[in-house]
């Protein structure tokens, strides 16, 4: 017997992303991304959108720099300027029903970043140690491919359904929570919290980036952001405010007006 309801292959996306100092830092590492590409150029999005996805494919990023008040800046930069060269060609050959290998794709992707953050970090005093998260997704009909590395954090609410962090926390303390030797509470307070184990850049020899994907429908939502953000909202808080159609500037503001130790950043993604 066929679905009465099958699911409906989502035709537009809309996004919304910001980016807080937070109430203690005086600068701002983290960074979002938003951009449109297809065969041909990408396309650099505003703060606030809704596109069809007919116009081409979507990425979403957020990213935590560490080491330096640019890394953040720079992290994005080299992550931009990667995407503009691996990104089209993939679209051309999926276009040419070439099988395009988004998980390698973006596997590549951040290994190209991670290397080029280490070459700067060789030949320019100031960069020396800079590194950064990086969680990005990207969107397809009916598709979004994700690659992860470091703690910030990709989320998703599927229509109808229960909210699931697709991202494994690349630290020790994350090891633990998914272990089940210590509960939420346990790890937003463990000492060690903010020491990775991964990281785009940073010295860093061993990169194993996370990467994976979701078929996803119209009315699915997705939540992409930095550390800062969830310091200051617990995981029922972020699956409340994502079913009630919370853009990413109220998660950032709440976040910082419960927390604000750190930089917070979020993009917001909903799928129509």
């Given at each position: ?134 969680s990005l997704g990207w969107f397809t009909p009916g598709w979004m491919h994700f690659v992860h590395v470091g703690d ?121």
């Amino acid at each position: 017997m066929s679905d009465p309801n099958p699911p409906q292959p989502p035709h537009h996306v809309r996004w919304s992303g910001m980016t807080h100092p937070g109430r203690v830092r005086s600068n701002n590492e983290d960074t979002f991304l938003a951009l449109n590409f297809d065969a041909r150029e990408v396309r650099y999005l505003g703060k606030t959108g809704e596109s069809t996805l007919e116009t081409g494919d979507f990425v979403f990023a957020v990213s935590d720099g560490m080491g330096g008040a640019k890394s953040g800046e720079f992290a994005s930069k080299i992550a931009a300027e990667k995407i503009t060269h691996l990104l089209p060609r993939s679209f051309k050959q999926a276009a040419q029903h070439i099988t395009a290998g988004q998980g390698d794709v973006l596997a590549e992707l951040a290994h190209r970043i991670h290397q080029e953050l280490g070459r700067l970090g060789q030949y320019y005093e100031e960069c020396r140690g800079m590194g950064a998260t990086l969680s990005l997704g990207w969107f397809t009909p009916g598709w979004m491919h994700f690659v992860h590395v470091g703690d910030s954090r990709i989320y998703w609410l599927p229509k109808g359904g229960k909210l699931k962090q697709l991202t494994d926390d690349h630290s020790h303390v994350g090891w633990l929570r998914r272990q089940g030797r210590i509960n939420e509470r346990e790890a937003r307070n463990h000492p060690r919290k903010s020491i990775l184990s991964q990281a785009l850049g940073a010295g860093n020899q061993y990169l194993d980036p996370q990467v994976g994907s979701v078929g996803c429908e119209s009315g699915d939502r997705f939540l992409f952001c930095t550390d800062g953000v969830i310091d200051g909202i617990w995981d029922h808080a972020l699956e409340d405010m994502l079913a009630t159609g919370n853009e990413a500037g109220d998660f950032v503001l709440h976040a910082v007006s419960e927390s604000g130790k750190d930089n917070a950043s979020a993009v917001v993604v909903g799928l129509l």
